[in-house]
């Protein structure tokens, strides 16, 4: 089955400083990536996600790049703010049939004002 | 208008003990979820159903027995509670392949 591996698994950084997180998966087949954040005691959100068509997405602060040929991708936060403090979570999805999602183990974002 | 909720949010209870926690969405979306996160925050999912239908079941002990009544709940049932069974438990919700959207979660204690 799909394994993905996340890296780092804690992130500090200062306010206004940019944050890169890590992800690869072992599954070619794979073909869909999403990152949630999950805010202390709360539910995991979506916050971006890319399909392997694409190499690169951006919504305002947040961008994920996708490397297909090395099954790696990853989440980059620009202009860091303490609100931005959280535990991030990459997944990935097969397209075929009910396949689920794989988590990676999560990075705990802490962002220093 | 909540989108996926799930009661109860807190339970406390002793081991042995058998307990249920409920889930529905108003999404419309055809599959359903759990997953259990563990202390050290580890997102581990437990069953699968799609329209009313079982499609995953990973090793999970058969003390945990999902029910979906209809495409829009899913209830997980848990008997014979243990201590290794404190965690938090998520539901989620989502049209197959896409994006999947969870619920505010039930945290377990077993004492």
């Known amino acids: 089955g799909e394994n993905v591996e996340q890296h780092p698994s804690t992130l500090s950084v200062q306010e206004g400083d940019s944050a890169v997180i890590k992800c690869t998966y072992s599954?070619?087949?794979?073909?869909?990536f999403p990152w949630y954040k999950q805010e202390l005691g709360k539910r995991p959100q979506l916050i971006i996600d890319i399909r392997s068509n694409v190499g690169e997405k951006k919504d305002q602060r947040i961008a994920v790049t996708l490397n297909k040929t090395a099954k790696h991708f990853s989440l980059h936060i620009t202009e860091t703010q303490p609100e931005d403090s959280a535990v991030y979570f990459c997944?990935?999805?097969?397209?075929?049939?009910?396949?689920?999602?794989?988590f990676g183990k999560g990075t705990m974002l802490l962002v220093s004002p | 208008d909540t989108a996926v909720s799930q009661t109860p949010k807190y339970l406390v209870t002793q081991m042995g003990n058998d307990k249920s926690i409920k889930c529905e969405q108003n999404l419309g979306h055809d599959t359903m979820y759990w997953y259990k996160q563990d202390s050290k925050k580890f997102l581990k999912i437990m069953f699968s159903?799609?329209?009313?239908?079982?499609?995953i079941n990973e090793t999970v002990p058969n003390r945990f027995s999902p029910k979906s009544p209809d495409k829009a709940h899913l209830n997980l049932h848990i008997n014979s509670l243990e201590l290794g069974d404190s965690a938090v438990y998520f539901c989620?919700?989502?049209?197959?392949?896409?994006?999947?959207?969870f619920g505010p979660g039930t945290r377990l204690l077993v004492l």
């Open positions: 159903y799609n329209n009313k239908e079982l499609i």
């Open positions: 997944a990935a999805s097969k397209p075929s049939g009910y396949s689920t999602l794989t």
């Open positions: 989620a919700s989502s049209e197959v392949g896409v994006t999947q959207y």
């Open positions: 599954d070619s087949a794979s073909n869909y």
